[in-house]
């Protein structure tokens, strides 16, 4: 049997309008599609580890509300333990407002609702639940000395934690945090903003240079992920770069959360961190090619099968 993934993070709804282009400040236009779906960065990572076959746990908050009731179902119903998920009886849930352009692109707002009253007080409390874990997921859509509780939780259990820094945050980390962190996975606006610089695209030599001044500052590893790039692994001074599958993105949401889904997966199963960068890498590029975030990613089955056609096998 796999060994326990807890994710600790965020729950929201996704309120979903897609239109040719994304509007601009002051404009108004005509969308051609509209659905919700539960979402927020830390179900989507527990939706995904369970999805793809992994032992997933959440620890989360979610308002008493029809969304809430909705999002604690979907994630018991594909698998993931739900009993460390609370219900703040004077909360709404958390939404995000998600706007999705035609090319696949896509502008979000997030009202956190709930997610802001998980407290490091309830992480603690929770110590025997992330109690035999092999990784712990966290995210930045929650409080962040929450977040910071957490990891230091999952560090003092014994599981490898990694965090998804995303939302990039409007000041720097702590470094408490990054000293705590075993992976660290930005993606490459992250990394960049992380880094105090101007997010931008990134090339593999620039990811690479971002990398090694972040596990300067305490990450021991770090996956900068690369959208339709890929993913660079850096890790006691190598870097090492993986390619994506290509395929035709109609939606982006949520890839980097399939990513850590699948990246999460892999290691729990014992696959070293290049085998788990490329089962990742497969995981997230599939999810593009569908609209829409958790209904979005793929079994494992289809994984492999994805994975095996695009390597040729």
């Known amino acids: 049997m796999a060994e326990k993934v807890v994710i600790v993070g965020s729950l929201n709804m996704d309120l979903v309008a897609c239109a040719a282009r994304i509007p601009v400040?002051?404009?108004?236009?005509?969308?051609?599609?509209?659905?919700?779906?539960?979402?927020?960065?830390?179900?989507?990572?527990?939706?995904?580890?369970?999805?793809?076959?992994?032992?997933?746990?959440m620890l989360g908050c979610v308002g008493s509300d029809d969304f809430g009731r909705r999002m604690r179902e979907n994630l018991r119903q594909v698998g993931c333990e739900v009993n460390e998920l609370k219900t703040i009886p004077d909360s709404t849930s958390g939404i995000a407002l998600i706007f999705v352009a035609d090319d696949g692109h896509n502008s979000i707002i997030i009202v956190p609702g709930a997610n802001a009253r998980l407290s490091p007080e309830d992480v603690e409390a929770a110590e025997g639940f992330l109690r035999?874990?092999?990784?712990?997921?966290?995210?930045?859509?929650?409080?962040?000395?929450?977040?910071?509780?957490?990891?230091?939780?999952?560090?003092?259990?014994?599981?490898?934690?990694?965090?998804?820094?995303?939302?990039?945050?409007?000041?720097?980390?702590?470094?408490?945090?990054l000293a705590l962190v075993d992976i660290?996975?930005?993606?490459?606006?992250?990394?960049?903003?992380?880094?105090?610089l101007k997010p931008s695209r990134l090339d593999a030599q620039q990811a690479g240079e971002i990398a090694a001044k972040l596990r300067a500052r305490?990450?021991?590893?770090?996956?900068?992920?690369?959208?339709?790039?890929?993913?660079?692994?850096?890790?006691?001074?190598?870097?090492?770069?993986?390619?994506?599958?290509?395929?035709?993105?109609?939606d982006t949401t949520a890839a980097g959360d399939v990513f850590n889904g699948g990246?999460?997966?892999?290691?729990?199963?014992?696959?070293?961190?290049?085998?788990?960068?490329?089962?990742?890498?497969?995981?997230?590029?599939?999810?593009?090619?569908?609209?829409?975030?958790?209904?979005?990613?793929?079994?494992?089955a289809e994984v492999e099968v994805f994975a095996a056609e695009a390597s040729g096998h």
Do not use: M, W
């Not at 929650?142 to 910071?148: D, G, K």
């Not at 660290?184 to 105090?196: D, F, Q």
């Open 132 to 177: 035999g874990a092999a990784l712990v997921l966290l995210q930045l859509e929650n409080p962040l000395p929450t977040v910071v509780a957490a990891a230091r939780v999952g560090r003092r259990v014994g599981a490898r934690v990694i965090l998804d820094p995303a939302p990039a945050p409007p000041q720097p980390l702590p470094d408490e945090l």
């Open 25 to 57: 400040v002051g404009e108004t236009i005509t969308g051609h599609t509209y659905f919700d779906e539960p979402g927020g960065k830390g179900a989507n990572q527990a939706y995904a580890v369970a999805r793809l076959g992994g032992r997933a746990a």
């Open 263 to 300: 990246l999460a997966v892999a290691l729990a199963e014992g696959a070293d961190l290049a085998h788990a960068c490329r089962f990742a890498n497969a995981c997230a590029a599939l999810s593009v090619t569908r609209r829409g975030t958790q209904i979005a990613t793929p079994t494992r």
């Open 218 to 250: 305490g990450a021991r590893t770090v996956i900068v992920k690369l959208g339709d790039q890929g993913c660079l692994l850096v890790e006691d001074g190598r870097a090492q770069a993986f390619a994506a599958p290509k395929v035709q993105a109609v």
């Open 184 to 196: 660290l996975t930005p993606n490459e606006t992250e990394a960049a903003i992380l880094a105090g």
